[in-house]
């Protein structure tokens, strides 16, 4: 009895992982519905796998829709497979990722062409999923699933952006059953009680008789003595067993069709039977089975009768030798010997196959080889076994010694590695330099040779082409001439403030955790903003009227234009600053017509990301002119300008006339309860800003705040922003420590921003922050605030700012370990409650 339990497929030992995470399963394997970019396809959804390219995971093309068929990433097993369980992560991107799918949905087909959507034993369909990008959500899947093909569909809101890692666990369905075909069980009634024999994850065709399909007969799980118990907790009497009363079989048998992949060698055929005698369950008298390989069923069939055993009211598995019977096809007819006849689990041993849960070790140690040859009718051809094993052994003696040798080698590649950067790490080491030191250290560093001493410390050795942004910053072609601008009596940053055009997220109102790595973005069809989203419309060029530029960056300009006609296209849910006046002014956002393809695709993104944004603190997009070049995005146009200028203003305006009360602390409290507020929608769909500092807040009537983006594309700001590596110009001053050493930014970033935020309105915008500090010397405080060793600098508390909203609210948002900061719920909610 042990020996044949142990042939049964056991879903606590089928728990393998199929290979994504391995590699085992090959990348042409691994297929999806669409893209976001070529660093985002398909052969990139390996949960845990990082292949050194790519931006770490798939993401899809478009947005999920809520019902969960539209996108999907698909895997192909290349064989049948028993699948237990399912692992989903999100996206990796060295830490700069922020999409995940929170729910989906998985669908699976044994041939490729008939799919079937999974479902749990209560028939729910939804999968709960990650809660961030980096920890690995496993799921079992009950009742398991035989598949050769999987495809994980994200099921989340229409505005969120999701990506997918994913990896499938179980083991090779070796039985290679793919349908059987059955009536549909019955009821009994005992002792008042209804007692359910149908198959309930049945996943085929279910009318009176099920057809091409599997279920409980194949699910791993027999049944208990007591057929009213299970082994599954809160389902109905008689879940385990599927079963017949004799009452509607004249003939006296109940007639299976079992189909398979393809023509097998069969030996045996075991199948577990309830004998509960006492209540009108036994095992079979008799069966007879049918084989067919081609069209027709063989004249010749199999026979069988259980011996006679002592009376026992167990449960057991009752094995019929098959005759090594050649078969594509079995049709068994079970003969009743009570009145009625149960049955829990049904398997095939064909071939010289090792079965399934045969993977796992002994408690010796050793691989189990628990061959069906076990059973004395199995027949085994080796004539050329030994040859061919001996082939093996040598081919794979020589391809291991291949593989040590590459190894060997590349340990030796990295310690040497290593040991560069240990040198390059003392050479460096120093003390970090105090303010009143930062002068005279620019100045000396930048007439030295690159050997020379450095004052700035290395904080960590992360990867190999990390650089020390102090000296990165002397290596960049715009401090090349920094020198005799010093000697001259100007200051270097003077010099880069005037000659370089800053470049930071241009076309991002919202980031999409996109590496700043220089990866190509697969085009958009222009036809998918102008079609599939029907808040989203074309706006016909003549009807602008150009009025004056507000601004211009490296790829785009942003106009004022008045817009004839623009009310009567607008929804009604969108709430417009002035939307009942005439003429309607709106800021026109234009890419130049010899912006590059990545300034091309980040402009269509952001238009596709606006499209989905509707909160009464974003500024809202009303239109696009997309059919011809230059591409434009039409927002709404706030009249009292951003946020900066308009507390400069009201801060002179104070100034000028003593005892002016519109710069009350409530009402700059009113300001960044907006701000907060915004922000909050924009971290419940998991965007992170990267930007947010007053110069990206717009100020309407009534003081009305809306966030925007459009702080790069002024020339007033460019002294707000510093390049560092080699990248894209940063806005240092509002960054996290872990943004601007790592590159990491998340909804926490946004929170340390806020913060900052916060202090520009308590300060009415007076100075920058950290203005007594020059930009290398913002770098190294960064490094301060990881060693944590209190040495760091944090921005004052404004004079306008209480006590408790300093220490309870805007250090909170500048704590070092990003998950102690508060959330911008949390920060809505204290900044509501200070105001009552």
């Avoid at 969120?160 to 039985?175: N, P």
């Avoid at 010289?352 to 027949?379: E, F």
């Avoid at 100020?699 to 460019?718: C, E, P, Q, W």
Wanted: proline letters at 4%; a negative charge; glycine letters at 6%.
């Amino acid at each position: 009895m042990a020996v044949t339990i142990r042939a049964q497929v056991n879903p606590e030992i089928c728990r393998y992982p199929l290979g994504m995470t391995g590699g085992q399963i090959q990348d042409e394997d691994i297929t999806a519905s669409s893209q976001w970019s070529e660093s985002t396809a398909a052969r990139f959804g390996r949960l845990d796998f990082d292949t050194g390219d790519g931006d770490g995971a798939w993401c899809p093309d478009i947005m999920s829709e809520p019902d969960g068929f539209t996108e999907y990433l698909q895997v192909d097993l290349r064989s049948l497979h028993f699948i237990t369980l399912v692992g989903t992560q999100g996206r990796h991107a060295d830490g700069m990722g922020n999409e995940f799918a929170q729910r989906y949905r998985i669908k699976y087909s044994r041939d490729g062409s008939s799919w079937v959507g999974w479902h749990d034993r209560t028939g729910k369909q939804v999968i709960e999923g990650n809660r961030n990008t980096y920890d690995a959500v496993l799921k079992d899947l009950e009742p398991p699933i035989i598949a050769r093909f999987v495809r994980f569909m994200p099921v989340t809101d229409p505005s969120m952006i999701v990506c997918m890692r994913v990896e499938l666990y179980g083991c090779e369905w070796l039985d290679g059953l793919v349908s059987y075909n059955i009536p549909d069980g019955h009821q009994m009634i005992y002792r008042g009680l209804e007692i359910f024999f149908n198959d309930s994850v049945y996943d085929g065709a279910t009318a009176q008789r099920l057809t091409k399909g599997l279920g409980q007969l194949t699910d791993g799980t027999w049944g208990l003595d007591d057929f009213l118990h299970s082994h599954v907790p809160g389902v109905w009497p008689g879940y385990d067993y599927v079963g017949w009363s004799n009452k509607t079989f004249p003939k006296g048998y109940v007639e299976m069709i079992f189909d398979f992949d393809h023509i097998r060698n069969f030996t045996s055929m075991k199948v577990h039977c309830s004998n509960m005698f006492s209540r009108g369950v036994r095992q079979f008298r008799q069966a007879t089975c049918y084989f067919r390989s081609e069209s027709e069923w063989e004249s010749d069939p199999v026979s069988f009768r259980p011996a006679a055993e002592p009376p026992s009211q167990s449960a057991r598995f009752v094995t019929m030798p098959l005759g090594d019977r050649t078969a594509r096809s079995i049709k068994c007819r079970f003969h009743f010997s009570d009145q009625w006849m149960l049955f829990s689990e049904v398997a095939f041993q064909s071939g010289s196959a090792v079965y399934n849960t045969s993977l796992g070790p002994n408690k010796d140690g050793r691989s189990k080889k628990t061959l069906l040859g076990d059973d004395p009718t199995h027949k085994v051809d080796d004539s050329n076994t030994r040859i061919l094993i001996g082939c093996l052994v040598a081919i794979i003696a020589i391809l291991s010694a291949i593989i040590v040798t590459i190894l060997w080698r590349q340990v030796w590649q990295k310690m040497l590695e290593k040991a560069s950067r240990r040198w390059l790490d003392d050479e460096l080491t120093a003390r970090l330099a105090v303010q009143t030191q930062a002068f005279y250290f620019l100045n000396s560093s930048l007439s030295s040779e690159d050997g020379s001493t450095s004052t700035y410390e290395r904080i960590y050795p992360p990867r190999a082409d990390y650089q020390e942004p102090s000296r990165l910053i002397r290596k960049l072609p715009e401090f090349a001439e920094c020198t005799e601008h010093i000697e001259s009596g100007a200051s270097c940053r003077a010099a880069i403030s005037s000659d370089v055009a800053p470049h930071y997220a241009e076309a991002d109102i919202i980031s999409l955790q996109e590496s700043s790595d220089n990866s190509s973005i697969t085009a958009v069809s222009i036809n998918l903003f102008a079609g599939s989203d029907s808040t989203l419309r074309e706006f016909p060029r003549e009807k602008l009227t150009f009025k004056e530029k507000l601004g211009e960056g490296q790829f785009g300009e942003v106009h004022l234009c008045e817009a004839v006609g623009m009310q009567d296209i607008l929804d009604d849910d969108l709430s417009v600053e002035g939307g009942g006046e005439s003429p309607f002014l709106v800021a026109v956002k234009m890419l130049r017509e010899d912006a590059n393809k990545n300034a091309r695709n980040d402009f269509l993104k952001e238009i596709r990301i606006m499209s989905r944004l509707r909160d009464p603190n974003i500024v809202s997009l009303l239109a696009v002119c997309v059919d011809t070049d230059p591409l434009c995005m039409i927002t709404e146009y706030m009249e009292n300008g951003d946020l900066n200028q308009f507390l400069c203003s009201l801060r002179q305006k104070a100034d000028r006339e003593e005892g002016n009360d519109e710069v009350s602390y409530m009402k700059l409290l009113g300001m960044a309860v907006q701000i907060a507020s915004g922000m909050k929608y924009l971290s419940s769909l998991n965007f992170v800003h990267r930007d947010l500092a007053t110069r990206n807040c717009l100020v309407g009537k009534n003081d009305t705040i809306k966030i925007a983006d459009f702080g790069m594309s002024r020339n007033l700001y460019r002294g707000d922003y510093f390049r560092i590596q080699g990248r894209a110009v940063l806005p240092i001053r509002w960054m996290s420590w872990e943004s601007i050493l790592l590159g990491k930014f998340t909804m926490a970033s946004d929170v340390w921003a806020f913060g900052v935020t916060l202090w520009e309105i308590l300060t009415l915008c007076e100075e920058q922050p950290y203005s007594q500090l020059s930009d290398e010397q913002v770098i190294e405080n960064t490094g301060e605030f990881f060693r944590n060793q209190g040495k760091q600098v944090c921005l004052p508390k404004p004079q306008r700012c209480p006590e408790r909203i300093y220490n309870d609210l805007m250090l909170s948002c500048w704590r070092r370990n990003a998950n102690e900061r508060p959330s911008f719920q949390e920060i809505h909610t204290q900044l509501t409650e200070s105001m009552a």
